[in-house]
C-alpha cells in the first residue's frame, strides 16, 4: 500500500523554516501544501526561494493555512512567545503539530499545548532534529544501554554556543524578551537540557543549580548561562553551558564507571551524510600510559537529520488517521521535561543562584 | 660549559616515583644518587627494578637521603600528609625540592612549606606533568595569547576521572583518609584545577561553588565531586568534574568568543612521542550546517612530558647553583593558586555546596 504524503502547512517564514521546508521535501512520505505569513508578499517569495510544490496554497496569514483543508499538520517556526496561541488554534483545527524549540515559554503554556493535542487527538513533536540521526540511536542502543560493557551513568557534559553576529544580540527574535524571553537558554540551552536528560533514559534531575555568571542583553535577556544538574543518587550530575557569545561548539561527553562517549557535532552534524562519534570502554592504566585510545565510529545516513525528523513525525500521523494507533505521547513527556529543566534554570538564576526541585 | 647533572635523591616508592625517576634518567641534565625508604629491602628493590645507576646510594630512611652531601635535590612522591614534615625538612638541608601533587592538604600547609624553600634560596616546583608538554606551550602560544583570532575566554570544562580497581577505593593512598584525604579532588581535581587556571593565565576564580552530588568512601574520603567556578566579570565560567568511579577521562575544553580547543587526553597523552589538540577559529552557519570544522594539531617530542619537567627543574637549579639566578617564584605561586581553589571546593562541600571566595 502506498501512503499518500502528509501534507504540511508551514507558519511563518522563519530562517530555520528553510531547513525544515527542504526536509519535508527531502522526505519521502511528506509534502508541504500552504504557507502562510503576515505577509503574503513574504510568503511568495519565500514559497519560491525555497521550490515549494507548484500547488502549494500561499497565505497573507498564518489563520487561512490552519482553516486550509488541504492541510493535513503544521510546522510551527514562530517566536516561542506564539506558540502558545498558534499550537493550541492548530490543534483545535485538527491539525497535526510541529512545534519549534524551545516549545514555550514555560510549562504552563506547554501544558495548554499538549492538552489541546491531546485532547483533539493530534499528534505532538518537537522539531529536536538531531533526536533523528541514526548516530543517536545507534549511540543510545551501542553504549547506553550497554551496562555490561559500559557500566552506569555518572557524569554529562554539554556545550552549546555560537556566536550571535551583527546586529543579532540586539534584534534578532532570539534575543528580543517579547518574542523569545528565554534567549541563549531557550534556543541553545535546550538542546543541551534535552541532551543530558537522553543520555539519562529522561530520568529528572532531582534539582537545578544555575552558576552565577549568566550574561544579558540590554534588554534583559540571557545571552549565556549554564547550570548543573543534581539526581542525588549514585553520585550523578550535569553540566551545560550554552551562549550567544562563544565560537561554536556543540560538545556531548557522558562519563560512565566502565566507558564514555564524546560528540563534537550533536546537534548539527558537520557532514550532513555522515555522523561521527567517540568511544572507550574498561580503559586502564598502563606501564607509562593508558590505553586504549577512544575509537571513532561513523554512520551513515542518505536523509538529513531533519529529514529524518519529519518522516518520523509523518510515520505516526499516518498511524493515527489509519485508527491504527493514538499520537504517540512520548515526544510530548520528553518535551515537556526539557521545558521543566529550563525553567528550574530560569527560577535558579531569578533567585539568586539557588539549587531548584524538579518536578514533573 | 658542560653543566653537571643535577643529583636527584627519591623519597619513597610510590608508583609514579617509578615513571618520574625514568624521567630523571632520560632527561640530559639531571641523574639519581639516592633513595630512601622506610624500608632498605623496598628501596633496594626499586633501585635495581628502575635500573637506577650503580652508585645510588640506598638508605633505610627519608633522613638519610636529607643528610646525603650527594643530593642537590628531592622528588617527593609520599602521601600528601607528609609532605608538610619531608618538603620542609628538604629545605633545611638546602636540597632542591620538586613535589607530588597535591602539594599539601590546604593552602596553610603548603605556606610553611614555601617559606621554608624562600628562606632556604631552594627551587620549588610541583611535579604536574602536563605543564611541561610542547603542546600545553602550542596552545598558550597559538591559541590562548592570540586574542585577535580567537577573541577572550569565556568558558573552560575540565574533566579527569579514572577507574579505582580493585580494593583502591578502600586501601590505596589516595582515599585513606590519615594520607590524602583530599581523595579523588587532590588526585584528579588538581589537575583540572591547573588547566583551569592555566586556562585563565592564572587569575583566580572570585567564588567556587561545589556540585551537589559528591560520593565518597567509607571513610569518608571523596572519590567523585566537581564544582563551578565563577569570575564574576565577562560571564567567564569553568566546570570541573574529577571521579575514581569513572572510566578514563582527561578532557579539556575552552570556548572564547571567537575560537576553541579541546584536548582529549591533556593530563598523560595516550601517545609519549605526539601530543594532539583540536582548534578551530571563526565557525560560521552555512546554508545547512556550519563551518569550519575543527582542526586537528599534533606536536612530537623526544621527551616525555615528565622528562621535560625534570629538565626544567633542573636548568633552574642550575641559574641557582652558578649564581646567576635566584629561585623561579612562578612555580610557588601557580601552585599556590591552585591549592586555594581546591581548598575552596573542600569549603564550599563542607558548608553546604555554597559559593566561597578565594582570595590570593
Known amino acids: ?102 516549545v514555550a515559554l514555560n510549562v504552563g503554556e506547554l501544558d495548554a499545548i499538549l492538552e489541546a493535542c491531546e485532547s483533539n487527538g493530534v499528534q505532538f513533536m518537537d522539531a529536536t532534529m538531531w533526536m533523528h540521526h541514526p548516530r543517536t540511536q545507534m549511540i543510545k542502543q551501542v553504549i547506553l544501554s550497554d551496562e555490561q560493557r559500559f557500566g552506569q551513568l555518572k557524569s554529562v557534559h554539554s556545550t552549546f554556543s555560537y556566536v550571535g553576529e551583527g546586529d543579532f544580540l540586539k534584534n534578532d527574535i532570539r534575543v528580543n524578551p517579547n518574542l523569545d524571553s528565554l534567549g541563549a537558554l531557550g534556543d541553545a540551552g535546550w538542546y543541551c537540557m534535552r541532551a543530558i536528560l537522553w543520555a539519562h533514559d529522561y530520568d529528572l534531575p532531582k534539582t537545578v543549580t544555575a552558576f552565577r555568571d549568566p550574561e544579558y542583553n540590554e534588554s534583559g535577556v540571557i545571552l549565556s548561562c549554564g547550570a548543573s544538574l543534581n539526581w542525588e543518587k549514585d553520585g550523578k550530575v550535569a553540566t551545560f553551558y550554552c551562549s550567544f557569545l562563544s565560537n561554536l561548539c556543540m560538545d556531548l561527553i557522558a562519563l560512565r564507571t566502565r566507558g564514555n562517549f564524546r560528540v563534537h557535532d550533536f546537534i548539527i552534524p558537520f557532514n550532513e551524510k555522515v555522523g561521527s562519534f567517540e568511544a572507550v570502554a574498561n580503559s586502564r592504566w598502563t606501564e607509562l600510559g593508558c590505553a586504549p585510545e577512544p575509537s571513532e565510529y561513523t554512520i551513515a545516513t542518505d536523509l538529513p537529520q531533519e529529514a529524518l525528523m519529519v518522516q518520523e513525525f509523518a510515520r505516526l500521523v499516518h498511524g493515527i488517521r489509519g485508527g491504527k494507533a493514538k499520537p504517540e505521547k512520548k515526544w510530548a513527556v520528553i518535551s515537556r521535561k526539557t521545558q521543566l529543566v529550563i525553567d528550574a534554570v530560569v527560577a535558579s538564576i531569578k533567585n539568586g543562584f539557588v539549587p531548584v526541585e524538579v518536578v514533573y
Chains 1, 2 share one sequence.
Open 1 to 102: 500500500m502506498t501512503e499518500t504524503r502528509l501534507r504540511f502547512g508551514i507558519l511563518g517564514c522563519a530562517n530555520i523554516a528553510r531547513k525544515v521546508s527542504r526536509a519535508i521535501l527531502l522526505s519521502p512520505n511528506t509534502t508541504i501544501s500552504a504557507i502562510g505569513s503576515r505577509s503574503l508578499e513574504k510568503a511568495t517569495a519565500f514559497a519560491s526561494e525555497n521550490r515549494f510544490p507548484e500547488s502549494t496554497n500561499v497565505y497573507g496569514s498564518y489563520d487561512s493555512v490552519l482553516e486550509d483543508p488541504d492541510v493535513d499538520a503544521v510546522y510551527v517556526p514562530l517566536p516561542t512567545s506564539l506558540h502558545l496561541r498558534w499550537a493550541v488554534l492548530a490543534a483545535e483545527k485538527k491539525k497535526h503539530v510541529l512545534l519549534e524549540k524551545p
